[in-house]
């Protein structure tokens, strides 16, 4: 399937995604100013869902090359729960379908989506036209555009907490790369939000900073978070209305600098279950039915994996469409669904900012700002009081917080960690100097390939499943990674 026309510079690698290149064109993009709700004064509550859809890139095809492990279950159907592989196709088509059904029957939906680079990449490989195609139907045409809003994500699906710093840039530019390849640059300036992998958000100070401003520079505006992975800057959870209204994250690093973005919270409880049932906008109808924060209307928001469990693959079809012909009939209540962007300029309309936000800061971070004095804050002051901390404190941990919290990203899989950060420092070794000194080094083939490799081995699939096949997976695509940085 052919890319869109773009006015750059022509970046095709054969058989791979494109993953670099357009650097300097992507950086002076500027955002778009997302649409605010014409009704919005009589608005009492809305409600923001999103699904987030992935399939891992694995070396399993013929002679063990890359392929998506969507590929791999359709190819082998009676391993495991492969069988699903065609309903998953469909989830992934399906919104490509319901927003214009919906849209043509006067609703007025919304759907907030997270594809990670490794699925997109998978679509075209296997010359799923068919899905590719709805999706671009409602991401481009001016009809269907603004009822959806497309969320940003790291391109191998990588959780930041264990990603090596220097690397996480890398994969929110070649999301957006491969995002703006496949359905144009005006597509790209909408997408402002950003959805954390495994909705793991860095609490160590340097990392979580890192992220921060990274994510400025690649001109996000907001980031979902999960409500239990953030806390008051005293240390107390969110107040029960913190959760359903913007907050502003504080990120101060080791050398005591800040940097600060808005965050939407994503409330606990079992995400597919949730979503499918739709129940964000039930709890957003008992909202706004007392409501009386400062900040209004509030929101619920709420993501979901798109495809996985009889939940989503079942139930949603039954519950999503009723809803939007229900607020249809019942405009006059005060209830809408919204996107996070619309949302937040909603609330700008109103005349309010993000300095009225709560302001919250990344879990056991009160803990160590305990310890180190905020005028005299250096990387050995943090680096002792991590230590002490970990040492006197069982419940203290600095590496993040995810969608669960009884599965570790690091614990044990050492096996993959060593030769993945391995990977990562021979690739900075033998590229970074070469991009330094020409910037078109990101356009070649050599460089892109490299990155896959890069990125592709960071994806969190091969740590969730445990050891075995997918740690071997993992060691294969650094191995091959090595091999190239090594050969050049």
Same mark, same amino acid.
């Given at each position: ?288 039915? #007392?409501?009386?924060?400062?900040? =209004?209307? @509030?929101?619920? $928001? %709420?993501? *979901? ?125 033998? #590229?970074?100097?070469?991009?330094? =000194?020409? @910037?078109?080094? $990101? %356009?070649? *083939? ?43």
């Amino acid at each position: 399937m052919p890319y869109l026309s773009l006015p750059w510079p022509a970046v095709t690698p054969v058989g791979q995604p494109i993953l670099s290149g357009w650097e300097a064109q992507l950086a002076a993009l500027r955002p778009s100013e997302p649409l605010v709700p014409s009704d919005y004064s009589i608005i009492r509550a809305g409600f923001a869902c999103a699904l987030h859809m992935h399939q891992p890139t694995i070396p399993a095809g013929h002679d063990s090359r890359l392929i998506s492990h969507l590929q791999y279950m359709l190819e082998h159907p009676h391993e495991g729960d492969n069988h699903n592989a065609q309903t998953f196709l469909w989830c992934y088509q399906r919104m490509g379908d319901w927003i214009p059904e919906l849209v043509a029957e006067g609703c007025q939906p919304r759907i907030m989506l997270d594809y990670s680079g490794n699925l997109l990449w998978g679509l075209q490989q296997m010359g799923q036209e068919g899905v590719l195609d709805a999706l671009r139907r409602i991401t481009v045409e001016a009809t269907y555009a603004p009822y959806v809003e497309w969320l940003g994500t790291c391109w191998g699906h990588a959780v930041i907490p264990s990603t090596p710093i220097p690397d996480i840039e890398l994969h929110l530019r070649a999301w957006q790369h491969q995002f703006v390849a496949l359905f144009g640059v005006e597509a790209l300036q909408r997408v402002q939000g950003f959805s954390l992998p495994e909705m793991h958000l860095p609490n160590h100070p340097d990392t979580l900073f890192t992220l921060v401003e990274c994510l400025k520079r690649c001109g996000y505006r907001w980031l979902l978070v999960q409500e239990h992975s953030v806390e008051q800057l005293d240390g107390s959870p969110l107040s029960a209305t913190a959760k359903y209204v913007p907050n502003r994250l504080v990120a101060r690093n080791s050398q005591g600098e800040v940097s600060e973005i808005t965050v939407l919270i994503k409330t606990q409880g079992s995400d597919t279950k949730l979503v499918a049932q739709m129940q964000p906008y039930h709890e957003a109808k008992h909202l706004a039915t #007392y409501w009386s924060g400062a900040i =209004a209307p @509030p929101c619920v $928001t %709420q993501i *979901a994996d798109g495809e996985n469990g009889g939940v989503m693959m079942n139930e949603y079809p039954r519950d999503f469409m009723p809803v939007w012909h229900e607020l249809k009939a019942q405009a006059a209540a005060g209830v809408v669904g919204l996107n996070g962007s619309e949302y937040l300029a909603l609330l700008a309309a109103k005349g309010i900012t993000a300095a009225q936000f709560p302001r919250v800061q990344a879990v056991q971070q009160h803990k160590l700002w305990q310890y180190v004095d905020s005028t005299s804050c250096t990387p050995e002051a943090v680096a002792v009081a991590i230590a002490q901390l970990s040492a006197t404190d069982p419940h203290f941990s600095m590496a993040g917080t995810s969608w669960t919290n009884h599965i570790s990203w690091v614990k044990g899989y050492e096996t993959v960690l060593q030769p993945m950060e391995q990977l990562s420092r021979e690739f900075h070794r033998r #590229y970074d100097p070469l991009v330094a =000194a020409d @910037p078109q080094i $990101t %356009q070649t *083939a050599e460089y892109q390939e490299a990155l896959l490799y890069l990125l592709t081995s960071q994806t969190s699939c091969f740590r969730y499943w445990g050891s075995g096949r997918w740690t071997e997976y993992a060691k294969t695509i650094c191995e091959r990674g090595l091999a190239l940085c090594a050969a050049n």
